[in-house]
């Protein structure tokens, strides 16, 4: 059983409408509810749906007036953020919409009229209807029709829903209509102030059973998998989407598409093909201030065919995401600044295939480390010099590659050229040819470059002498061993100014060298914990900042968890996540500054307080949610995915106001979201582990939600998950036995507040709990569910007790509770 089936949604918000009804309108509602004959819609007149959800008038993208193109469009009428859902003329601009409008013609037709009084856009719809009968009309769920009898519902002759452009609402169509052989796809605009279609689009496959991201038409780069009644079979997380439901295929006589409802009415919710090339879905609920982001498909964008164009490099470490190859520059420089790569790069320089004489023969520039363009020829060849050979001989060869054999690629074949990290040397070379004049510029020209060069030598260097566990290492390791080598070459320098702090910027990542340490730590003396990889000690900077310094210890170890943390937490910022300021290497030693959180961990509150500090049920609350958005953020939002792998009390820190900070993601798995999954060594801390982690399966984020669920049993119960030998008195089978029965939820809170709790949030609390220790892990929700459930978007079913207490129930021995609470811990 998927866990789609467990949620449903909640009630109709009423007050989430009033707070929408307030929000700020972009256009005057001047216009009349219907277009009809002779009345026109013109300048700042705009349609509205009935209940308001929707508007339908001229508008310009990024709202710039100036700009002189103006559309026709849809929006959400009361959201204060203009979204562009639907555009008519969207290849056809306007430039004056005060003398431009759309008509209901003689004809029966919808028409955009421009300032000239030619037709720029128009239904063309066959059907002939009586004049005095027909209007269009703007519905509540964003389908525009034009109504042959505007009383009549079922004269509808023509519709936007039939005619989408880059949004699939609820209630839309995605598929194809078997008497036209028109297909209702989805294109992407072509970059975010033009909305002209692009080559990417969303359409059905040739026998209507799945969904395809295709490129100019024909090259597919994301295909849903096919449709087996219920979910499309590589979209298996459809069955988790709870803002989707009924999800159907329609095919009869006229039409074969799907289509699928909004499960949550206080909820809007939409699948956009943007013109990053991407399938997403976003989200605005109740309380929320902008739209979120649910779902992406693929979720990397250099997965997106030919997204930076011919020529042109994607690289996902860096910023710009796309950038031409060395002695190319954009087609289109304005496109180009306007995100619209389509047109991609063009040399800069034209070869001098021709002319064979000495010095003026094209010469090769190598691309170390990269994922080779898509579709080379393969032609024969034994070595690399015969592979430049056969190029050099053939003027329609722009690059080629040896790989046993030669890779060759012809001239505006050059897509999805990709740079890998330089630490994973996992890529390949490839060598792009130029004209002999070009290579100066290219590798002489630029001190920078010098030193890049003579920096990547150093740090191969560096790399060799330290082990070849450094490989490994991500682009924030080797920024590091760069600081590292700098600071080496500069160790007179550096101990001249220990003596002075100097304030680091508050957004960065501050290397302390280690007199700076021993002072703000007053030499080590406030100890505040210690944990397996080392001791945690109190400090405080020159300018008053409280710190928190924990000393790695055992270098054997202490190396990989060092470069884990630094490389892991010192890139990413969430208020639920502890934030990295800084570190520090000087001989063996090795630190990690963060900040300090006064109010200590969560496992000391809950196991070493008196019940006259003990934490309240709000604050348990508070901290069960926000450790829930911090791992969601985690799972879902960082570039790649990461599993934190040790989800427990311990590493729960508390601020000055009790708001939850996860810490201590030594231990975490990064992969690429191109995986689904990742196998590992056994990690984390006995007690919270997942039965695949001692089935010794490959693992999921999933592994967290369970240690989160044994986490969220023990801040409802105050008792540690660890602390009975027997079956029938282990807490999470108490809560579970409890939950699935219906029982008493208050029985299960922590003596400690004598019911003093809402119980509505115990009861949520528990069944969620319940869920996360589901020990199959489709059965478990997500993180980012866990965080919707607990805020009270979603209402959550009745669980089952998860089948592995129910079998060990059956024999509640001390040899079946130790294998049950899971083996010790153990590192990478």
Not at 31 to 43: A, H, M, Q, V
Not at 52 to 65: D, H, K, M, V, Y
Not at 708 to 735: K, Q
């Amino acid at each position: 059983m998927g866990f789609s089936r467990i949620l449903r949604p909640s009630c109709l918000s009423l007050s989430f409408l009033i707070l929408l009804s307030f929000s700020l309108n972009l256009h005057c509602s001047t216009g009349s509810e219907t277009i009809s004959l002779g009345r026109p819609l013109s300048g700042n007149q705009t349609l509205i749906s009935p209940q308001g959800n929707f508007a339908l008038g001229f508008f310009t993208p990024g709202g710039s007036s100036s700009s002189g193109r103006h559309y026709i469009g849809i929006w959400y009428n009361k959201l204060p953020d203009q979204t562009i859902v639907w555009v008519a003329n969207r290849d056809r601009p306007v430039s004056d919409p005060t003398r431009s409008s759309l008509n209901l013609s003689r004809d029966g037709n919808l028409a955009l009229l421009d300032e000239s009084g030619n037709t720029v856009w128009s239904t063309n719809s066959t059907s002939m209807v009586s004049n005095s009968t027909a209007a269009a009309v703007l519905l509540d769920n964003g389908n525009f029709v034009l109504r042959a009898d505007v009383e009549n519902s079922s004269s509808t002759i023509w519709e936007s829903f039939d005619h989408p452009t880059d949004h699939w609402l609820p209630g839309g169509k995605i598929g194809y209509n078997k008497i036209s052989n028109a297909k209702q796809i989805l294109a992407s605009w072509r970059s975010p102030l033009n909305p002209a279609p692009s080559q990417f689009t969303l359409g059905p496959s040739q026998n209507g059973s799945s969904h395809e991201l295709l490129w100019n038409g024909s090259q597919m780069y994301w295909t849903s998998g096919v449709w087996n009644g219920r979910i499309f079979s590589l979209v298996p997380e459809l069955q988790l989407n709870y803002y989707v439901t009924n999800m159907t295929r329609i095919s009869n006589d006229k039409d074969d598409y799907f289509t699928y409802d909004s499960a949550v009415p206080s909820a809007f919710t939409r699948f956009v093909v943007e013109s990053s090339g991407q399938l997403k879905q976003y989200v605005w609920g109740r309380n929320f201030t902008s739209w979120t982001l649910f779902w992406t498909r693929p979720t990397q964008q250099c997965q997106v065919y030919a997204f930076c164009g011919v020529a042109s490099i994607c690289n996902l470490q860096d910023e710009p995401l796309c950038v031409c190859i060395d002695g190319f520059g954009p087609k289109h420089q304005r496109d180009w600044d306007l995100s619209d790569h389509s047109g991609g790069c063009v040399r800069k320089t034209p070869l001098n295939c021709t002319n064979n004489a000495v010095g003026e023969v094209d010469k090769f520039r190598t691309l170390p480390n990269m994922q080779y363009p898509s579709n080379p020829e393969s032609w024969p060849g034994g070595n690399l010099q015969e592979c430049e050979s056969l190029c050099l001989a053939n003027c329609s060869c722009d690059a080629f590659a040896y790989d046993n054999g030669c890779l060759i690629w012809k001239r505006d074949h050059m897509f999805n050229l990709q740079q890998l990290l330089e630490a994973e040397r996992v890529g390949k070379d490839i060598h792009v040819r130029v004209a002999s004049s070009e290579i100066p510029s290219i590798e002489d020209n630029s001190a920078v470059k010098k030193r890049k060069k003579h920096t990547r030598t150093v740090l191969i260097v560096v790399a060799a002498t330290v082990g070849s566990g450094f490989v490994t290492l991500s682009a924030a390791g080797l920024l590091l061993l760069v600081i590292l080598w700098r600071r080496s070459n500069n160790a007179s320098a550096a101990a001249a100014a220990d003596d002075k702090y100097e304030p680091r910027d508050d957004n960065s990542l501050s290397f302390f060298n280690y007199k700076e340490l021993k002072t703000a730590t007053k030499n080590f003396s406030e100890k505040l914990g210690e944990g397996g990889f080392g001791a945690v000690y109190k400090g405080t900077l020159p300018n008053s900042t409280l710190i928190a310094v924990k000393q790695l210890k055992s270098l054997q170890q202490s190396e990989k968890q060092f470069m884990a943390e630094v490389k892991t937490i010192g890139t990413i910022q969430h208020i639920n996540l502890v934030r990295l300021r800084g570190f520090s290497v000087e001989s063996s030693k090795r630190f990690l500054v963060y900040e300090y959180m006064p109010n200590g961990s969560l496992e000391s509150l809950l196991f070493h307080q008196t019940t006259a500090t003990t934490l309240s049920w709000r604050f348990r609350y508070q901290i069960a949610a926000g450790s829930a958005r911090g791992l969601a953020y985690l799972h879902e939002d960082c570039r790649d995915c990461i599993i934190h792998c040790d989800i427990k009390p311990d590493n729960i820190l508390l601020d000055s106001e009790y708001n939850p900070k996860v810490a201590d993601l030594g231990l975490a798995k990064i992969f690429g979201r191109e995986f689904s999954r990742v196998l590992t060594t056994m990690r984390g801390t006995r007690g919270y582990l997942a039965p695949e982690w001692i089935s010794g399966e490959a693992i999921t984020p999933k592994a967290d939600v369970f240690s989160y669920g044994m986490l969220l049993c023990e801040i409802i119960s105050g008792r540690r998950n660890t602390d009975s030998s027997e079956v029938d008195s282990y807490f999470p089978f108490e809560l579970a036995s409890a939950v699935s029965r219906g029982g008493d939820v208050a029985s299960l809170l922590d003596d400690k507040l004598e019911g003093n709790a809402d119980m509505e949030e115990v009861g949520r609390a528990c069944r969620v709990a319940c869920w996360c220790i589901q020990d199959n892990e489709k059965d478990r929700p997500t993180m980012r569910q866990v965080v919707q459930i607990l805020d009270g978007v979603c209402e959550v079913n009745t669980p089952a007790v998860p089948r592995f207490l129910e079998r060990y129930a059956e024999g509640s021995s001390a040899a079946t509770m130790n294998y049950l609470q899971g083996m010790s811990s153990s590192k990478e």
